[in-house]
């Protein structure tokens, strides 16, 4: 199983870190079945091959800035 779209790293460092690692946002994401797709695992091509390349990593620094709204309905 893959993300759609955006990496679920991209989307942290994007987006989640301004709500937190349990946020209702951030579960909300991780639970919304639009987010992902089934995929081979090994092999050229596959989920496991797409993230070896994925250079991004979890910034775990805290945001700088305002809160994001959510896109979720939890404020």
Same mark, same amino acid.
């Given at each position: 199983?893959?993300?759609? !779209? %955006?990496?679920?790293?991209? *989307? &942290?460092?994007?987006?989640?870190? #301004? #709500?937190?690692?349990?946020? @209702? %946002?951030? +579960?909300? &994401?991780? +639970?919304?079945? /639009? /987010? $992902? +797709?089934? %995929?081979?695992?090994?092999?050229? !091509?596959?989920?496991?091959?797409?993230g070896?390349? /994925?250079?991004? +990593? $979890?910034?775990?620094t805290? @945001?700088? !800035? @305002?809160?994001?709204?959510? /896109? *979720? !309905?939890?404020?």
């Amino acid at each position: 199983m893959g993300h759609v !779209g %955006e990496d679920v790293v991209d *989307y &942290w460092n994007r987006r989640g870190n #301004f #709500f937190g690692q349990k946020s @209702p %946002e951030v +579960r909300s &994401w991780m +639970r919304d079945s /639009n /987010n $992902y +797709r089934l %995929e081979k695992g090994a092999g050229k !091509g596959g989920n496991c091959s797409r993230g070896a390349q /994925n250079r991004s +990593r $979890y910034d775990m620094t805290d @945001p700088i !800035g @305002p809160r994001q709204k959510s /896109n *979720y !309905g939890h404020d």
